[in-house]
């Protein structure tokens, strides 16, 4: 072999040397780019995955302080719906109480324990649900009986109920207006 063929022969080879270094320079950079979608792809499902846990976390904290301040609120509520019977007992025994009694003092001391009793309950929460004269709404009333009088208009309470912090704990028993007219039914019934 000639010197210039050698040397042709070894441009050849520096040349397919080259060439192979270039194709494997490529599929490393491909590979590399590969590599560095398939990274970006799983550093993007940890960051929505890391998103989703902190949104889990933030609505835990806040859903259990709602339910703290919940049990706060209505911690007490069985003790109070187990003190209203008493409240009523109460309140009908100084509403019947007779002209002799009404002027003792034992009389007014039970009043003054009465009044104490409901401004307890009132600081805890509870509220009397107001009835006659308003509108009967079903989520404040239950009506036990219809009569005369203006339709849908609460006529007579019958049983107090109580909102304890803006929730119903006992409905009120009412008796609603039928829209006849206590006139009309009057003349109906025999004397």
Same mark, same amino acid.
């Given at each position: 072999?000639?010197?210039?063929?050698?040397?042709?022969?070894?441009?050849?080879?520096?040349?397919?040397?080259?060439?192979?270094?270039?194709?494997?320079?490529?599929?490393?950079?491909?590979?590399?780019?590969?590599?560095?979608?398939?990274?970006?792809?799983?550093?993007?499902?940890?960051?929505?995955?890391?998103?989703?846990?902190?949104?889990?976390?933030?609505?835990?904290?806040?859903?259990?302080?709602?339910?703290?301040?919940?049990?706060?609120?209505? !911690?007490?509520?069985?003790?109070?719906?187990?003190?209203?019977?008493?409240?009523?007992?109460?309140?009908?025994?100084?509403?019947?109480?007779?002209?002799?009694?009404? !002027?003792?003092?034992?009389?007014?001391?039970?009043?003054?324990?009465?009044?104490?009793?409901?401004?307890?309950?009132?600081?805890?929460?509870?509220?009397?649900?107001?009835?006659? !004269?308003?509108?009967?709404?079903?989520?404040?009333?239950?009506?036990?009986?219809?009569?005369?009088?203006?339709? !849908?208009?609460?006529?007579?309470?019958?049983?107090?109920?109580?909102?304890?912090?803006?929730?119903?704990?006992?409905?009120?028993?009412?008796?609603?207006?039928?829209?006849?007219?206590?006139?009309?039914?009057?003349?109906?019934?025999?004397?």
């Amino acid at each position: 072999m000639s010197p210039e063929e050698n040397v042709n022969e070894s441009a050849e080879l520096v040349t397919e040397n080259q060439d192979a270094d270039a194709d494997l320079a490529l599929d490393n950079v491909d590979a590399l780019r590969k590599r560095l979608l398939e990274e970006k792809e799983r550093a993007d499902r940890a960051y929505t995955n890391w998103q989703r846990t902190a949104a889990d976390m933030a609505n835990f904290k806040r859903r259990t302080e709602q339910e703290r301040s919940d049990a706060t609120k209505y !911690g007490n509520a069985m003790l109070i719906l187990n003190l209203l019977p008493i409240v009523d007992d109460l309140d009908r025994a100084l509403q019947n109480l007779s002209a002799e009694l009404a !002027g003792l003092t034992w009389i007014d001391g039970i009043h003054l324990i009465n009044r104490k009793l409901q401004a307890i309950l009132e600081n805890q929460g509870l509220k009397a649900i107001e009835a006659v !004269g308003q509108p009967f709404d079903p989520n404040f009333h239950e009506a036990v009986l219809r009569g005369p009088g203006e339709e !849908g208009k609460v006529l007579a309470e019958l049983q107090r109920g109580y909102t304890l912090s803006d929730r119903v704990v006992r409905p009120t028993l009412v008796k609603v207006g039928n829209g006849e007219s206590e006139a009309a039914n009057g003349m109906s019934q025999p004397s």
